[in-house]
């Protein structure tokens, strides 16, 4: 992957990876109904609007599938799903995911959603520290970076102990509920990774 004559798209690359235990958790590439799933567990939690800042476009449930449908199959996305084990009953309960990704800089875009009751046990840090290890090691991306509200302060603890650094700030940039936040971009380098 360190060149765009590469054979192995980042997709393959991850998937060769998974499923991956670390820690309590599992990871591997979900199905477009656990996705789904997930996706409604968190439109009841909170507002969509937090996780970004473009428009939440309103989709039909078939138009919800085939859209997920293209992007799992994108082989320049990678889409991991979070789980704990089998036995627990809890099915998906979160997602990482690598995207945007520019074969000629070796960079991709971080996102990451875990459901409420699952937060503050290290979860997320656990998924994410895993996926950049594969990023950095496997797929020999040269920089992941991310993008999180100004009011999203756990997102950003969660940056920060990783070793990501602030970037830029795009100032009100970022609408919820009716006000405009701050949107900040981290960014980690393959040489800053010590994971």
């Not at 997930?38 to 428009?55: K, V």
């Not at 919800?64 to 998906?92: K, T, V, W, Y």
Request: negative net charge.
């Amino acid at each position: 992957m360190a060149n765009e004559d590469a054979a192995v798209s980042l997709q393959e690359c991850f998937a060769q990876q998974f499923p991956l235990r670390v820690g309590d958790l599992l990871l591997r590439l979900p199905t477009v109904e656990e996705v789904l799933a997930l996706n409604e567990r968190a439109a009841q939690e909170e507002n969509l609007g937090c996780f970004t800042c473009r428009p939440v476009a309103v989709h039909t449930p078939q138009e919800q599938q085939e859209r997920l449908q293209a992007s799992l199959q994108n082989q320049d996305m990678l889409f991991a799903g979070i789980f704990l084990p089998e036995h627990s009953g809890a099915g998906m309960i979160g997602k990482v995911n690598l995207f945007d990704y520019n074969s000629r800089n070796r960079s991709a875009e971080l996102g990451y959603r875990l459901l409420k009751a699952y937060r503050r046990r290290g979860y997320s840090s656990t998924a994410v520290r895993a996926l950049l290890q594969i990023a950095f090691h496997e797929a020999k991306l040269h920089k992941v970076y991310a993008q999180t509200g100004s009011f999203n302060q756990p997102s950003i603890e969660l940056l920060h102990s990783l070793g990501f650094s602030r970037d830029a700030v795009l100032r009100d940039h970022h609408e919820l509920s009716g006000k405009f936040y701050d949107d900040l971009i981290f960014s980690i380098l393959e040489t800053e990774w010590n994971g």
